[in-house]
Structures are given as C-alpha cells and as structure tokens.
C-alpha cells in the first residue's frame, strides 16, 4: 500500500537533484563552483608556469649586461634598454633569416596542404585500387625517424645541387604531410558520400566536387592543421643547419643559433633575448589568434583517431 504524505511534509522535504543523487540542489551547486575555483587556481598557476620564460627573455632583454646578473633577478629592468632590439638588426643577418623562414614555411604549408587534402579526398572517398594498402604504407614511413634518412637524403640533394639553397627544405613538404592527410581522411568519413554521388550525376568532375564541397566541408580541419604544420616548419632547426652554410641563406633559427655562439661569450645576453623574442612573436601571434583551431584540431584528432 502507498502511504501518501501530506501536502506541507512533502513541502519540507529537500529538493533531490535528478539522475537519483541523495544531495540536495544547493548543496551539489556549492561543490561544483568550489571545484570550478580550484581548477582555475590550478590552471592559472600551470599558466603563470609556463608564460614564466616567454616573461623572462622579454625582460632580460631590455636589461643592461651588468643587469642580467644581478641578484635578486629583476624582473622589472631598470634602467629600460629599448636600443637592444634596434642594435639587434645590424648585428647579424636578422633580417634575412626572417625572410628565408616566411619563404620556407609558407610555401611548404600552402602548397603542401593542398596536395594532402587533395590526396586525404582520394584515400577517403574515391574508389582506387589497392588505396588501403597504399595508405598503410604510407602510415608506416611515420614511423622512420628522420635520422635514417638523414644521409641518403643529403647525398641525392647534393647530387641535384640543391646543397645551400632552400629548395631541401621546400621540396619534400610540398607532396604533403603525412599527418595531416591521416587526420583529413578521418574527418571526410563524417562527409556522406551521397553528396558526392549527386554531384557525380550532375555532370561534376572530382576536381570540382573536392573545390566545391569537399574544402569547404573541411576548412576547420584544413585550418587547424595548416596552423600547427606552420609552426612546425618555422621552428625547425635541423633541416636547416643540414642544407644551409651561407648566412645568407640561413634561416630564423639558425641566425638565433649564431647569436648565441657569436654574443655568449661577450656576455650580451640582452641582444641574444630579443633576437630570440622576435622569433616568438609570429608563432606567438598565431596561436594568440588561432588557439580554438588548434584546441579544436587536438579534441578531433582525438575522437577520430
């Protein structure tokens, strides 16, 4: 038999929170904002952490050279050397070596990531024979560390006379990116293939149907990747000190290198920082700009892997 409570006990009884938890509302909502708190102390310490040297080598170098070493450090210079980073451009070839790394990193990811969307679009979804095996095997040279092909290599870009120019390092990226043509491909499985059956019968070429549905489908993923691809390219530092000997023909990082073989032993810390700096800032501007893509591309390469 069920006993049936008056209408004012019922009206005492706490509220329970659905899905059958014992707590009450207020009491679940209290704990939730509590552990909201303590995971953003967590996060903005891990933070602080982590900016902590980009902080540091800004701040160093605005410093004096007697300044670098002074105990406690100064976080805060004083006096304020802002002459550094205009000394810094007649001090090697800075210049240059910016616009060897844009050259690099910009054709490499352009034209790379067409020809990997273009190539992750027929894996996915053209019918060609032996495709699978053809993909496995391109997904295992990924795991080929570069040293073993170091050497070979160099010897066949020796032989072309490629040896000192940037063509070394453009040509391999721009047949695509392993990586990104995996990570495409399993983003075009969301795509139905109905779409691409339709456009076949209204008389549409694959070419079209890739420009026309396939990139605009997939310009997040394309995004994301191209960002983290640039990143990658204008970080790089052993291709380069491999194929490069002219300071000319130095790129960013190796310039960053010759700083700091060149200064360190004139204790010019300041002028090594702020040409340090100045290679943060394009990588430091694009994930400013684009860190949901990349979160994004992070969370999807996860879930679809």
Same mark, same amino acid.
């Given at each position: ?11 005492? @009884? /706490? ?69 550094? #980073?205009? &000394? ?39 019918? @060609? ?20 092909? *170091? ?28 990586? *990104? ?6 983003? @075009?499985?969301?795509?139905? +293939? ?7 019968? +209204? ?27 640039? *990143?990658?390219?204008?970080?790089? #530092?052993?291709?380069?000190?491999? #194929? ?23 204790? +010019? #810390? /300041? @002028?090594? *920082? ?17 860190? &949901? ?13």
């Amino acid at each position: 038999m069920t006993t049936v409570l008056p209408v004012t006990a019922r009206r005492r @009884l /706490p509220r329970r929170v659905s899905g059958g938890s014992d707590a009450p509302v207020g009491t679940r909502s209290r704990s939730y904002r509590a552990m909201n708190v303590i995971v953003t102390i967590i996060l903005s310490i891990g933070g602080i952490v982590m900016i902590a040297p980009l902080l540091w080598t800004f701040s160093t170098s605005l410093k004096t050279k007697e300044a670098v070493f002074a105990l406690p450090p100064q976080w805060i210079p004083d006096p304020v050397q802002w002459e550094t #980073y205009i &000394r810094v451009w007649t001090a090697g070839p800075l210049a240059s070596g910016i616009w060897n790394s844009i050259i690099v990193s910009v054709s490499v990811t352009v034209v790379g990531t067409v020809t990997s969307a273009v190539a992750a679009f027929a894996f996915a979804k053209m019918r @060609l024979p032996f495709k699978n095996i053809v993909f496995l095997a391109m997904l295992s040279a990924i795991m080929i560390p570069f040293p073993t092909i *170091m050497i070979p290599q160099f010897k066949m870009f020796a032989d072309a006379g490629m040896v000192d120019t940037l063509w070394p390092l453009i040509l391999p990226g721009l047949f695509g990116n392993i990586v *990104m043509i995996f990570f495409l491909r399993q983003f @075009l499985d969301s795509v139905p +293939d109905s779409i691409i059956e339709a456009a076949k019968l +209204d008389g549409a070429g694959y070419l079209r149907i890739f420009f026309t549905l396939i990139f605009p489908a997939i310009r997040p993923a394309i995004a994301a990747q191209f960002i983290l691809w640039f *990143m990658a390219m204008w970080n790089d #530092y052993l291709a380069p000190i491999i #194929y490069l000997n002219s300071p000319e023909k130095q790129t960013l990082q190796l310039v960053i290198a010759s700083f700091n073989a060149t200064y360190a032993s004139q204790t +010019d #810390y /300041p @002028l090594i *920082m702020a040409a340090s700096f100045i290679a943060l800032v394009p990588v430091l501007v694009v994930f400013v700009v684009f860190q &949901r893509q990349i979160i994004e591309s992070v969370a999807l390469s996860g879930s679809k892997a």
